[in-house]
């Protein structure tokens, strides 16, 4: 199990790009203290925070390729190239338009990272721990959202303030590159491409003798049934395949829902939502939604246990549930401020539902979306699925981030909540109707769920999860 206590130290570096991706709110203070044409157009803004999404759009999009034609290992040492680069052009950065540039490469690492990783650590990984091993992945992702806060705070009084915030992000980056050059292929690709003994090599650093032939034997079965279908892989197979084509449904709708349902909303806006709910004081709105970002990575540990303990699809379903409950309560607040109410019950109100959304986004629907993607597609697919879930993810991402201010402008704030929790509910309804209980399963085992539900038969799904869970147990 050495190997795998490696992989999951592998995982913080991290921090770095998710860090990177938030700090920019920060940063963009003193940016447009130096650069006055930043500071004149709203648009530039716009575009240096979202540049960084629109190249992990594009990162995820090739990142499904570069999976499956290089493997995982190259994929996050390219990852990992990118992304330095990018930090090195925004320190460096003459004027606004380079400093774009370098956004636009940092998401590119992004992107292919953000499928890289989770495919990684679910092929490495044991099947009674895969959840949470994947999660480890998500809780770096969250911890580099509070990080993103601390630089912030760190870097504030330093000359040459934004450059600093936004070119150390580089140096974990490399780290993790020379920590990659140490680790193996995964061992499920190697075996896939035909290099069986490596395979084995690796395979055998995770599992004792016995588990070993019963792993051998899955990837034997595997590699006949692939060789049996086509050799190569396009986006348009994803969707003329049934079976393949209601797996991607089930994973790209989950990624769709976990943005369409305000969490970085809330991360991104967070002081400003504190601000609107009537807590004026910039430092205050600063440490409450510091407060966030930690409940929002403790939620993440939480979720590593109960995604392997409670499933992937009860853990969804209570995750939404609460999160309906605390996008209510915080559309209530802000009606009630809107409605004149003088008392300060709303602003704790306010307060109160981020932390309840928090508290049950973090270890549900944060985690959810990235594990099951990590593990509901064949072998032939999962690179490309996994980058194209991933990029609804992205694309998702950005859509809210540019549009909840404007929304909330138009229609008010506590309607924009409203509606969120209508997503909610939406989404509670796909996790029932679409996304199975994948816990404890083989990647066999959950290719014969969408065989079943190929064929018509998604009825029998439940009783395939007790007899795969029965296997598993004797």
């Not at 190997?3 to 790009?17: A, D, G, I, N, W």
């Not at 070119?167 to 896939?192: C, D």
């Not at 597609?377 to 909840?404: D, H, K």
Request: glycine letters at 10%; proline letters at 3%; one cysteine or more.
């Amino acid at each position: 199990m050495w190997y795998l206590l490696c992989m999951m130290k592998l995982r913080e570096p991290r921090l770095s790009y998710f860090s990177c991706i938030g700090v920019i709110s920060g940063a963009l203070l003193y940016i447009k203290d130096d650069f006055e044409v930043v500071a004149k157009s709203s648009f530039l803004q716009e575009t240096i925070v979202s540049m960084a999404l629109v190249g992990a759009m594009i990162g995820a999009a090739t990142g499904g390729w570069i999976n499956d034609a290089h493997g995982r290992k190259k994929a996050t040492l390219t990852a990992d190239v990118v992304f330095t680069a990018g930090s090195v052009v925004m320190a460096a950065a003459p004027d606004p338009y380079v400093l774009i540039f370098g956004r636009l490469l940092v998401g590119l690492g992004v992107g292919v990272a953000s499928v890289t990783a989770p495919v990684y650590i679910a092929e490495a990984s044991p099947t009674e721990v895969r959840g949470g091993l994947v999660s480890t992945n998500v809780l770096m992702i969250t911890g580099g959202q509070f990080l993103s806060y601390l630089v912030n705070l760190a870097f504030s009084e330093v000359p040459g303030t934004w450059r600093w915030m936004l070119g150390v992000s580089g140096v974990p980056a490399v780290v993790q590159f020379i920590l990659m050059l140490l680790l193996p292929e995964s061992p499920r690709w190697l075996y896939m491409k035909q290099d069986k003994s490596e395979a084995i090599v690796v395979l055998s650093k995770i599992y004792d003798p016995f588990r070993l032939e019963d792993e051998i034997d899955h990837l034997d079965a595997a590699l006949e049934e692939e060789c049996h279908g086509k050799t190569a892989v396009s986006y348009w197979d994803v969707f003329k395949n049934k079976e393949i084509r209601l797996a991607f449904l089930a994973g790209a709708g989950l990624q769709a829902f976990q943005q369409f349902t305000g969490i970085n909303t809330v991360m991104y806006y967070s002081p400003t939502i504190v601000q609107m709910a009537g807590f004026h004081s910039n430092q205050l709105a600063l440490l409450i939604s510091l407060i966030v970002a930690a409940l929002n990575a403790a939620g993440t540990i939480l979720g590593i246990y109960l995604i392997d303990h409670y499933g992937r699809r009860k853990l969804a379903l209570t995750s939404l549930s609460g999160v309906l409950a605390s996008l209510i309560i915080l559309s209530v607040s802000f009606f009630l401020h809107s409605s004149g109410y003088t008392t300060g019950l709303y602003a704790w109100l306010a307060v109160a539902g981020l932390a309840l959304y928090i508290a049950f986004f973090s270890p549900g629907m944060g985690p959810v979306p990235w594990t099951v993607n990590s593990e509901i597609y064949p072998e032939a697919y999962r690179g490309i699925c996994g980058g194209m879930s991933a990029t609804v993810n992205w694309v998702s991402n950005l859509i809210v981030a540019q549009t909840f201010l404007s929304v909330a402008n138009a229609v008010g704030t506590g309607t924009t909540f409203m509606m969120l929790a209508g997503v909610a509910v939406l989404a509670f309804i796909f996790v029932v109707a679409f996304v199975p209980e994948t816990k404890g399963l083989t990647f066999e085992e959950v290719e014969k769920i969408w065989k079943e539900r190929a064929r018509g038969s998604g009825n029998n799904t439940h009783s395939l999860l007790e007899a795969g869970a029965r296997d598993e147990s004797s």
